[in-house]
């Protein structure tokens, strides 16, 4: 061998090494793109889902959301992540991820930071707009914005840092495995949720005095179905950055099992196609058919790497088909979620993890001395995602109804959000329009 | 060369396949994830065709299309392409992509299947919803939902297996050419539509006693125009879908010829202008306008990777300004087709075909011993794609017909499939509050 | 090493060359793709922000400039931008780009021609769609293509050749550094935007007598909403087309300098969420809000590769607050801006590249013999955008109006440009149905 083809080989060797980084940058910038249809479609969503008199503030809501989390993660939420994977100890990795870190900004020898970091930051912004839908209409913006927060860049990182990360305490004490984040993201901001809207109280008007909840519907039901649909798309970019990509090798999980995206594939398009046909069944709305499509991929989540894709069809299907009768339960309890996030995003977040402990039972987890994939494990996990979720949505909102902002006044709320809270109006030239407001 | 040089060597080059399979992987998973897109512009596009009593039905039946192809093409369509290429007889291939295969699931060994499956299945969901805008209005859901599976997962897919496939016998035979799909998706889900439409009739009030045709708009076209340009944002992922990666290698169609993603970049530009131009040129009409990028692109579809760009965006600008005429010509004839996928697909890919007939004669196929390109083959390959699509159209929905469950009864059709057939209504705040309904 | 060996080296080695050429490809693809969403927000984003009885008009004219600049950007664009990096003397480079050349069409040996040359292209119309929003409800379509064809086939490109390219004579000698594009796209659409303006006039009732401004709002704000974050979602796609891939090495800038990915997605969202805060501060208006976005992404792409995440988000929340005040001041002029254009993008891309004068002086720009970025050179290529914006744009729209085919007759105006220009109503059901137009 000549020096020449000797320096050929090394030098071909570096290139490979540095293509490896720069095609994991490009996958997951991709990833992060597409997460913005997730915004995008949350917008249209909740916008329809509001009645013309707070459409405005339903959006402006749901865009400081995302806005609010773009700092706070950065300060807190990368923190908190690399910091807490055995629980409230401080691991070596967090340093790394404080904004004084020479990681935390461009620099030509950390080319992953970056890119994770906003692919999380998607990923934080989707759980607080995951709750943006549910409390629409009466929640002040100040609340939502300390509500959105902690949950963004605090407490569902805090869950992914124990069981969405590869030597996060879950999987390597009890054999937690959730590929796609239905714990930490659905699971938590779902029951955040939840422990809200038990102390914001319902919409005026959403019950009779007999307890009967009368329906308010959204007032531009096309826009939110839309909405959802874009959020399928954007589902493509969450999913992609649950995937890691091993430069000329296989593809893993976030612990460390072995997979393709193909598999990811088959199972995400049998979670779409499942959940819209079960809510169908049950309901015949186009409305629970979108949201059936959320909850079935998500159903099929925690183990979407893993299922036969017929067993993925009947997952979702049985979750589409069951959130309408959850969400129905939830309102009967007295609690007003204006579209369903507790069922959609919570329920399906714990079916998704039990599922897994049925269906998966034995599959190992390859972070080292972790049991294997158990049920109850998986039934464990999941107890700990609700009740992470839970206690601090509830505690928190119920800071704030006991300080006295966590709700407009009821005067407002009758008349509207949009008409004192945002200085324009959502249709100028009707329909909807104000009384009083010039036409044009 | 010591031990270690070799074994870095022989390390390297399995990385690199490695790399390989993961980049496929990679390519067709964002040509996925942008095709949901032409189904968020289908559903904004058709629901904004409709008229208010009807839209949440058109939007009911486009996700229902989408959702019914993932399980039947998994079950059926993914079959009948690995089976069929050679006509009737089922080749070798096929009984990898049974459902009991070991393919068709998550297989370390496999890293293609899953993603072609998902690719190829958003085509048959987009062939469904080709036919889905053209129906609108008077279709039951139930007949619907069995053309759309006729269509999605059985026919389109028959063509693609004859005309779309390295060994189908259209090109081994004919030396059919058609790189991107304009003969099995466009023509056929095209003229599957129009034998439908001769059987479902057109709607109530659509022509006067005289014959003379009246004009129906949908009720919102803005919302129109926003989903035909998320179509085309799709269409980057469906065309994603027509190059085939070859690692370290040429890009090649999927007959085995050589080409590159940057002649794809070209003409499908030049095909949207093209398109838009042409039908500005007859119409004035956005509508058509939009309904001109389409068939722009469509038009140069099946010789993409030659044209020279100004033949494509004249071909393109051809197509575009004489797909209104041809809309008009199929309404003269009787016909009601809401959105015009008669011309905007059916014709247009058939003027797609005939197209490399005449520009892109005597060009090889690599497939041994096929013929070349040539007009008589493309125009055979026309015909036969013409009739694959209109006789079981037309067949089927005789059948239907026959058995009464076409159409909706007159009085539902009158009042709007909405109020009868889905319980929630599109815009409960107006415009379009049916009589007696509860304002807010 | 044995023979088999040698060959082996020899054959991945060119392999791995292909493969650059081929992933190179599919990054600009996908770039390619998603700015197709910046149109289709562009799209719904004008749409709503016209008044209902110009809704359509202002379609079209946003679709037809993108379907001019394809083929007017392959015969006359692409030719500028390779031929006057150093001034007004044609370089060799620019023969290779003309319609002739067998670069420009499909070409085995070359795969970057097309790929770069549809990127560009997506570029061009979007300098077209920056203008397109200022201009609505007056002006003729005819006027506005002329103009468009202007700014996006000949001065925006003219812009680039001098200040975003590698030879550029801006950075060459000025030491100019501007790595997204603020100045070619953002400074130049914006002040072309002013000039024009001034001499279209502003729209009927949009001052009082006395001057003082009466505000004109758009007949859909969500609409408008929506699409700025299909905008944003595209600005992943024009992003990407800003950092050139290199096989098996570091990213560069369009300047050569090397950078990461992942340093554009810390400042991209840092951008996202300081210019809506910043916004939110100063208006708590949803429409500046997503403007905001807009603007401070803007604000940091001259040094969106360098700059400490939070000085990006300072930089972005500063810009974000003053936007609505330059667009007063506009206003204050006598000039009807109707969506703020030469704020959020003329205002926001001089203090980008004046940003990156005070924070980055000093930083090298690795053309050979090329000055350091220096605020000089930086406040001297901004007059230059500036200049190459406003001065072409006012003297071409002064022609127009001179030759009196700028804006539409009054009675149009007022009666509005649907009825008279397209030959299809928004919404036949409402709101908005003209008088005497038949509802269903």
Same mark, same amino acid.
């Given at each position: 061998? +000549?020096?020449?083809?000797?320096?050929?080989?090394?030098?071909?060797?570096?290139?490979?090494?540095?293509?490896?980084?720069?095609? $994991?940058?490009?996958?997951?910038?991709?990833?992060?793109? %597409?997460?913005?249809?997730?915004?995008?479609?949350f917008l249209a969503y909740e916008m329809g889902a509001s009645r013309i008199k707070n459409t405005l503030a339903a959006g402006v809501k749901n865009i400081?959301?995302?806005?609010?989390?773009?700092?706070?993660?950065?300060?807190?939420?990368?923190?908190?992540?690399?910091?807490?994977?055995?629980?409230?100890?401080? /691991?070596?990795?967090?340093?790394? @991820?404080? @904004?004084?870190?020479?990681?935390?900004?461009?620099? %030509?020898?950390?080319?992953?930071?970056?890119?994770?970091?906003?692919?999380? &930051?998607?990923?934080?912004? &989707?759980?607080?707009?995951?709750?943006s839908g549910s409390v629409i209409e009466r929640i002040?913006v100040?609340?939502f914005?300390?509500?959105?927060?902690?949950?963004?860049?605090?407490?569902?990182?805090?869950?992914?840092?124990? =069981?969405?990360?590869?030597?996060?305490?879950? +999987?390597?004490?009890?054999?937690?495995?959730?590929? $796609?984040?239905?714990?930490?993201?659905? +699971?938590? @901001?779902?029951?955040? &949720?939840?422990?809200?809207?038990?102390?914001?109280?319902?919409r005026?008007g959403r019950?009779?005095?007999?307890?009967?909840?009368?329906d308010i519907p959204g007032h531009n039901v096309?826009l939110s179905?839309?909405g959802? #649909?874009?959020?399928? #798309?954007?589902?493509?970019?969450?999913?992609?950055?649950?995937?890691?990509?091993?430069?000329?090798?296989?593809?893993?999980?976030?612990?460390?099992?072995?997979?393709?995206? /193909? $598999?990811?594939?088959?199972?995400?398009? #049998?979670?779409?196609?499942?959940?819209?046909?079960?809510?169908?069944?049950?309901?015949?709305?186009?409305f629970?058919?979108?949201?059936?499509?959320?909850?079935?991929?998500?159903?099929?989540?925690?183990?979407?790497?893993?299922?036969?894709?017929?067993?993925?069809?009947?997952?979702?299907?049985? &979750?589409?088909?069951?959130?309408?009768?959850?969400?129905?339960?939830?309102?009967?309890?007295?609690?007003d979620d204006a579209v369903?996030?507790?069922?959609?995003? =919570?329920?399906?977040?714990?079916?998704?993890?039990?599922?897994?402990?049925?269906?998966?039972?034995?599959?190992?987890?390859?972070?080292?001395?972790?049991?294997?994939?158990?049920?109850?494990?998986?039934?464990? /996990?999941?107890?700990?995602?609700?009740?992470?979720?839970?206690?601090?949505?509830?505690?928190?909102?119920?800071?704030?109804?006991?300080?006295?902002?966590?709700?407009v006044?009821?005067?407002?709320e009758?008349m509207g959000l949009d008409i004192?809270k945002v *200085? /324009?109006r959502p249709y100028?030239?009707?329909p909807g329009? *104000?009384?009083?407001?010039?036409?044009?």
């Amino acid at each position: 061998m +000549t020096p020449e083809q000797i320096a050929q080989l090394t030098e071909l060797s570096a290139k490979f090494d540095m293509l490896g980084k720069v095609n $994991a940058e490009i996958l997951y910038w991709w990833c992060t793109a %597409l997460m913005v249809s997730i915004h995008a479609g949350f917008l249209a969503y909740e916008m329809g889902a509001s009645r013309i008199k707070n459409t405005l503030a339903a959006g402006v809501k749901n865009i400081l959301a995302f806005a609010f989390l773009v700092p706070t993660f950065y300060l807190f939420g990368w923190f908190i992540y690399n910091a807490f994977p055995t629980g409230f100890t401080i /691991s070596e990795t967090g340093w790394a @991820a404080l @904004a004084w870190s020479s990681n935390m900004g461009p620099n %030509l020898t950390d080319s992953a930071s970056g890119i994770f970091w906003a692919a999380f &930051t998607m990923f934080a912004a &989707t759980t607080a707009s995951i709750m943006s839908g549910s409390v629409i209409e009466r929640i002040t913006v100040g609340a939502f914005i300390i509500l959105a927060i902690a949950l963004g860049a605090f407490v569902w990182i805090l869950g992914a840092a124990w =069981g969405w990360h590869p030597a996060g305490w879950l +999987t390597t004490e009890w054999g937690f495995h959730d590929t $796609a984040a239905a714990g930490c993201v659905h +699971t938590i @901001a779902g029951f955040f &949720t939840l422990g809200v809207l038990i102390n914001l109280g319902p919409r005026i008007g959403r019950f009779l005095s007999d307890g009967r909840a009368v329906d308010i519907p959204g007032h531009n039901v096309p826009l939110s179905l839309i909405g959802l #649909m874009l959020i399928i #798309m954007g589902f493509f970019g969450f999913l992609g950055g649950c995937i890691i990509y091993v430069n000329g090798g296989q593809w893993v999980t976030i612990f460390n099992t072995p997979t393709t995206l /193909s $598999a990811f594939a088959f199972n995400t398009l #049998m979670g779409f196609g499942g959940g819209v046909l079960g809510a169908y069944f049950t309901t015949r709305e186009p409305f629970w058919m979108m949201s059936g499509a959320l909850a079935g991929i998500i159903a099929c989540a925690a183990g979407l790497e893993i299922y036969y894709p017929p067993l993925a069809f009947a997952i979702a299907f049985f &979750t589409g088909a069951t959130i309408p009768l959850v969400a129905n339960f939830v309102t009967r309890m007295g609690i007003d979620d204006a579209v369903g996030a507790v069922a959609v995003h =919570g329920y399906s977040g714990v079916v998704s993890l039990l599922a897994a402990g049925i269906f998966l039972a034995g599959y190992p987890n390859v972070a080292e001395g972790a049991p294997p994939v158990n049920f109850l494990g998986q039934l464990g /996990s999941a107890v700990v995602m609700v009740l992470l979720g839970f206690v601090p949505g509830y505690l928190l909102s119920l800071l704030l109804k006991v300080m006295g902002i966590l709700r407009v006044p009821e005067k407002v709320e009758v008349m509207g959000l949009d008409i004192v809270k945002v *200085p /324009s109006r959502p249709y100028p030239e009707g329909p909807g329009v *104000p009384v009083g407001a010039p036409a044009e």
